[in-house]
């Protein structure tokens, strides 16, 4: 890390090398205009309105106009845009999100979610939350590093907050209607207005559906589509101007087939007297052969009343909220097609196949296929109640500001499972078979926390904050499997445990306001992950309880918030260093003469360093470039003990699973008026990454090549400010980039969308 050591005397430097790429020069200050200074961000990454450039946290805001400009519409769209942030979705359900390297794929019930995801401050607890488009929000914000004290649910990687517009007693409305390529059509828009003098209404809609990006040869079906529907209705009642309520619900539906499975490598390991797939590796990365077009049914919705009372010394804040959560997963994740007719049956109980290598689809023979084939049918229900009390308020002269509060949730989760699964690999079995397999896992929790923060301000320029946390986490588990061989003999369990975990979780930040455009914070802060169980893929009983250890992050951060040039240039940087104890972490273990399993470890310690920096510059009053730069060194450092070919690994010294080492990004944006007197607006966004190691194993099979984007689009806004039209298009220069990755012998990939472009339309009234 000496390299990267960030010293406040070289901040100068650092600004005038990255403004000088950018075509800037700190000494053309007197040929700049006042006029257009950049405009003050407002986060409440803290629970309270603050200055983004006087916030002493890694955190990254993006308005609901920047998200438009952008196009974004999910939590994919920021990968590559903010510093560290990395989404690699299986499937809806399962988005695997990570920041610094640090986060969790969900893969059964009794674990937790690594990264937080909160809606106006409620904890979204399970990874479908993550499917939903993003869709009249006022600006998302991304905390990087653990958020141990103030955020509901402790959480260790990082956390993600949607801030939805509120009603307002202004009467507004907007439609957006787009269409594009693969049949898009899309439509957005809301109204909002007084419904009387106390009382405000808005509600909210999204809608888009798409046709699929890739084809299943077997069933003549396009695949990889998209169709979802969002609504929001909220409800804000100000009695008088120290009490206000609003009350709010929503539904997200979406109704698609499954992401498409690509064989990308067959193993060569296998010799064809062994079935090696060689012979069906895809010659199109998004067309093939495939047993099932799969789907994806998600269905979430909830409510949740906040209020918000102003008394003489305090403010006190009530959130209270339900969550319901579906989804139905299916898909046969070898990414080919195998006939129902294959039994799993020898030629004369040897090793030598008939198959025809120029055979396809329908053939009957069962040695005409492929030897891997798992169709999964996953389900998961989840509901969840939270209540949360918070009080703020300032003392001693306003020389101390003050957060407590007290926060409870029960959450139950079911997730069922079953498999119908093919293996016709001889060096690992003594004959194949074609087997079904049924699993349950289940678990209660109950959450409850009390914490508390304050910040001493010593004079304008110095201050100290000081938090703390008391978590538990009490947990109720039950697993069930059921198990025919086609050999005949049943398998299974139905096993139950219960766990109570708890932990305290400071945290200590010095600030220093420098001036007013220089802020600088070193902190200190812990976080907490309950422990869980697998269960999902447990062989026994026994196993199926074994729990897992809870996880445990000590980050140590430096940053500054800069400003330059009357604030025509602003530029972040932190430089962290974390410290994970009992890490919990996925294992895709590849059992010796058995089905693969999927299970959470705890490594002794891992750690996550590095620099991250973000910038925007204000070249001209039209021209404005931004970006962000994400240095990211993430390893595992303690004993990490999972099992390769039937055979102990330890993968102490491995690097961290999804942590590209440099991520980059950069935008550039246009704006100028018409002589009309109407405005046009050019952006270009382009987005790169190295390559990275998919799982904590590194083996090259599943290591990720380096990736980029370019996006870009141009609007027209009329003289009115009534209407407006754009143009885009995402992925331009059409890259195959890899989103996710699974390893059974052979590799099979997902990956994003290709070149994609449209238009829209906007009435704003």
Same mark, same amino acid.
């Given at each position: 890390?000496?390299?990267?050591?960030?010293?406040?005397?070289?901040?100068?430097?650092?600004?005038?090398?990255?403004?000088?790429?950018?075509?800037?020069?700190?000494?053309?200050?007197?040929?700049?205009?006042?006029?257009?200074?950049?405009?003050?961000?407002?986060?409440?990454?803290?629970?309270?309105?603050?200055?983004?450039?006087?916030?002493?946290?890694?955190? +990254?805001?993006?308005?609901? =106009?920047?998200?438009?400009?952008?196009?974004?519409?999910?939590?994919? @769209?920021?990968? #590559?845009?903010?510093?560290?942030?990395?989404?690699?979705?299986?499937?809806?359900?399962?988005?695997?999100?990570?920041?610094?390297?640090?986060?969790?794929?969900?893969?059964?019930?009794?674990?937790?979610? !690594?990264?937080?995801?909160?809606?106006? #401050?409620? $904890?979204?607890?399970?990874?479908?939350?993550?499917?939903?488009?993003?869709?009249?929000?006022?600006?998302?914000?991304?905390?990087?590093?653990?958020?141990?004290?103030?955020?509901?649910?402790?959480?260790? #990687?990082?956390?993600?907050?949607?801030?939805?517009?509120?009603?307002?007693?202004?009467?507004?409305?907007?439609?957006?209607?787009?269409?594009?390529?693969?049949?898009?059509?899309?439509?957005?828009?809301?109204?909002? #207005?007084?419904?009387?003098?106390?009382? !405000?209404?808005? *509600?909210?809609?999204?809608?888009?559906?798409?046709?699929?990006?890739?084809?299943?040869?077997?069933?003549?079906?396009?695949?990889?589509?998209?169709?979802?529907?969002?609504?929001?209705?909220?409800?804000?009642?100000?009695?008088?101007?120290?009490?206000?309520?609003?009350?709010?619900?929503?539904?997200?539906?979406?109704?698609?087939?499954?992401?498409?499975?690509?064989?990308?490598?067959? @193993?060569?390991?296998?010799?064809?007297?062994?079935?090696?797939?060689?012979?069906?590796?895809?010659?199109?990365?998004?067309?093939?052969?495939?047993?099932?077009?799969?789907?994806?049914? *998600?269905?979430?919705?909830?409510?949740?009343?906040?209020?918000?009372?102003? !008394?003489?010394? &305090?403010?006190?804040? /009530?959130?209270?909220?339900?969550?319901?959560?579906?989804?139905?997963?299916?898909?046969?994740?070898?990414?080919?097609?195998?006939?129902?007719?294959?039994?799993?049956?020898?030629?004369?109980?040897?090793?030598?196949?008939? $198959?025809?290598?120029?055979?396809?689809?329908?053939?009957?023979?069962?040695?005409?296929?492929?030897?891997?084939?798992?169709?999964?049918?996953?389900?998961?229900?989840?509901?969840?109640?939270?209540?949360?009390?918070?009080?703020?308020?300032?003392?001693?002269?306003?020389?101390?500001?003050?957060?407590?509060?007290?926060?409870?949730?029960?959450?139950?989760?079911?997730?069922?499972?079953?498999? @119908?699964?093919?293996?016709?690999?001889?060096?690992?079995?003594?004959?194949?078979?074609?087997?079904?397999?049924?699993?349950?896992?289940?678990?209660?929790?109950?959450? $409850?926390?009390?914490?508390?923060?304050? /910040?001493?301000?010593?004079?304008?320029?110095?201050?100290?904050?000081?938090?703390?946390?008391?978590?538990?986490?009490?947990?109720?588990?039950?697993?069930?499997?059921?198990?025919?061989?086609?050999?005949?003999?049943?398998?299974?369990?139905?096993?139950?445990?219960?766990?109570?975990?708890?932990?305290?979780?400071?945290?200590?930040?010095?600030?220093?306001?420098?001036?007013?455009?220089?802020?600088?914070?070193?902190?200190?802060?812990?976080?907490?992950?309950?422990?869980?169980?697998?269960?999902?893929?447990?062989?026994?009983?026994?196993?199926?309880?074994?729990?897992?250890?809870?996880?445990?992050?000590?980050?140590? =951060?430096?940053?500054?918030?800069?400003?330059?040039?009357?604030?025509?240039?602003?530029?972040?940087?932190?430089?962290?260093?974390?410290?994970?104890?009992?890490?919990?972490?996925?294992?895709?273990?590849?059992?010796?003469?058995?089905?693969?399993?999927?299970?959470?470890?705890?490594?002794?310690?891992?750690? +996550?360093?590095?620099?991250?920096?973000?910038?925007?510059?204000?070249?001209? =009053?039209?021209?404005?470039?931004?970006?962000?730069?994400?240095?990211?060194?993430?390893?595992?450092?303690?004993?990490?003990?999972?099992?390769?070919?039937?055979?102990?690994?330890?993968?102490?010294?491995?690097?961290?699973?999804?942590?590209?080492?440099?991520? &980059?990004?950069?935008?550039?944006?246009? @704006?100028?008026?018409?002589?009309?007197?109407?405005? *046009?607006?050019?952006?270009?966004?382009?987005?790169?990454?190295?390559?990275?190691?998919? =799982?904590?194993?590194?083996?090259?099979?599943?290591?990720?090549?380096?990736?980029?984007?370019?996006?870009?689009?141009?609007?027209?806004?009329?003289?009115?400010?009534?209407?407006?039209?754009?143009?885009?298009?995402?992925?331009?220069?059409?890259?195959?980039?890899?989103?996710?990755?699974?390893?059974?012998?052979?590799?099979?990939?997902?990956?994003?969308?290709?070149?994609?472009?449209?238009?829209?339309?906007?009435?704003?009234?």
């Amino acid at each position: 890390m000496k390299k990267q050591t960030l010293t406040m005397k070289k901040l100068p430097a650092i600004v005038a090398a990255i403004t000088s790429g950018c075509g800037l020069s700190l000494m053309a200050a007197p040929a700049l205009a006042e006029s257009f200074s950049l405009e003050e961000v407002v986060v409440t990454a803290r629970h309270k309105s603050e200055n983004l450039q006087s916030v002493p946290i890694a955190v +990254s805001a993006y308005s609901a =106009e920047q998200m438009r400009d952008i196009k974004i519409e999910s939590l994919t @769209d920021f990968a #590559g845009r903010v510093p560290g942030f990395q989404i690699n979705s299986y499937s809806a359900s399962e988005p695997g999100i990570f920041i610094r390297g640090i986060g969790s794929d969900m893969e059964s019930a009794g674990s937790d979610s !690594a990264i937080g995801l909160y809606v106006d #401050g409620v $904890y979204v607890s399970r990874g479908a939350a993550a499917a939903t488009e993003l869709f009249d929000l006022e600006r998302v914000e991304i905390l990087r590093g653990p958020q141990g004290t103030l955020y509901g649910k402790n959480v260790v #990687g990082g956390a993600i907050s949607y801030i939805t517009n509120k009603p307002s007693q202004e009467t507004d409305a907007l439609v957006n209607i787009g269409v594009g390529n693969y049949n898009l059509m899309e439509a957005k828009g809301f109204i909002n #207005g007084g419904l009387t003098d106390t009382i !405000a209404g808005r *509600v909210s809609f999204a809608s888009k559906q798409r046709d699929g990006i890739a084809t299943n040869l077997h069933t003549g079906n396009d695949v990889d589509d998209k169709s979802q529907f969002s609504i929001r209705g909220q409800l804000a009642f100000n009695p008088s101007d120290d009490l206000e309520i609003i009350w709010s619900a929503d539904q997200y539906r979406q109704d698609t087939s499954a992401p498409w499975r690509s064989l990308t490598i067959a @193993d060569t390991s296998i010799s064809e007297g062994d079935r090696s797939d060689k012979l069906w590796e895809a010659t199109d990365p998004r067309s093939g052969y495939n047993t099932l077009d799969g789907k994806q049914d *998600v269905d979430l919705k909830g409510t949740a009343l906040t209020v918000n009372w102003d !008394a003489e010394s &305090f403010t006190l804040t /009530s959130i209270t909220a339900f969550r319901d959560n579906q989804y139905t997963m299916i898909d046969n994740a070898a990414g080919t097609y195998v006939s129902p007719l294959a039994n799993g049956a020898l030629d004369d109980n040897e090793n030598n196949w008939d $198959y025809d290598e120029n055979a396809g689809p329908p053939l009957e023979h069962p040695h005409d296929y492929p030897s891997l084939e798992w169709n999964q049918n996953k389900q998961e229900d989840s509901e969840q109640f939270s209540q949360e009390f918070r009080f703020t308020g300032t003392a001693f002269n306003d020389s101390l500001d003050w957060l407590a509060g007290v926060y409870y949730a029960q959450e139950k989760v079911e997730r069922a499972e079953v498999v @119908d699964f093919y293996f016709d690999i001889h060096s690992w079995y003594q004959f194949a078979n074609r087997d079904d397999e049924h699993n349950t896992t289940s678990v209660d929790t109950t959450s $409850y926390a009390a914490f508390a923060q304050g /910040s001493w301000h010593f004079n304008d320029q110095w201050s100290l904050t000081v938090g703390l946390r008391y978590s538990v986490d009490d947990k109720d588990f039950r697993a069930t499997r059921d198990w025919t061989h086609d050999w005949g003999y049943p398998v299974g369990y139905d096993a139950t445990d219960s766990e109570k975990w708890n932990a305290t979780t400071p945290n200590a930040t010095l600030n220093f306001q420098a001036t007013d455009d220089l802020f600088f914070y070193l902190t200190a802060s812990k976080g907490y992950k309950a422990g869980g169980w697998n269960g999902e893929d447990a062989p026994d009983g026994e196993q199926a309880v074994i729990s897992y250890d809870p996880e445990y992050a000590t980050n140590f =951060e430096l940053g500054a918030k800069t400003q330059w040039l009357d604030n025509r240039v602003q530029l972040n940087i932190a430089v962290f260093n974390t410290l994970y104890e009992d890490l919990q972490t996925e294992q895709f273990i590849d059992q010796e003469g058995g089905t693969p399993i999927i299970v959470t470890a705890n490594a002794e310690e891992a750690e +996550s360093k590095g620099v991250e920096i973000e910038f925007v510059a204000r070249i001209t =009053e039209g021209f404005t470039l931004s970006g962000s730069y994400g240095y990211l060194d993430a390893e595992i450092t303690g004993n990490l003990w999972t099992e390769i070919d039937g055979e102990p690994a330890n993968l102490k010294g491995n690097k961290l699973r999804r942590a590209p080492e440099n991520s &980059f990004n950069l935008a550039a944006q246009y @704006d100028w008026m018409l002589s009309s007197g109407g405005l *046009v607006s050019a952006r270009v966004d382009y987005r790169k990454q190295d390559e990275f190691f998919f =799982e904590n194993e590194n083996y090259l099979i599943t290591q990720i090549d380096a990736q980029d984007s370019v996006d870009a689009s141009i609007k027209f806004v009329t003289v009115s400010e009534k209407w407006e039209l754009r143009v885009w298009g995402k992925n331009l220069s059409d890259e195959l980039n890899v989103v996710n990755v699974t390893e059974f012998r052979n590799l099979y990939s997902t990956y994003g969308d290709p070149r994609t472009y449209g238009a829209s339309v906007t009435w704003l009234y």
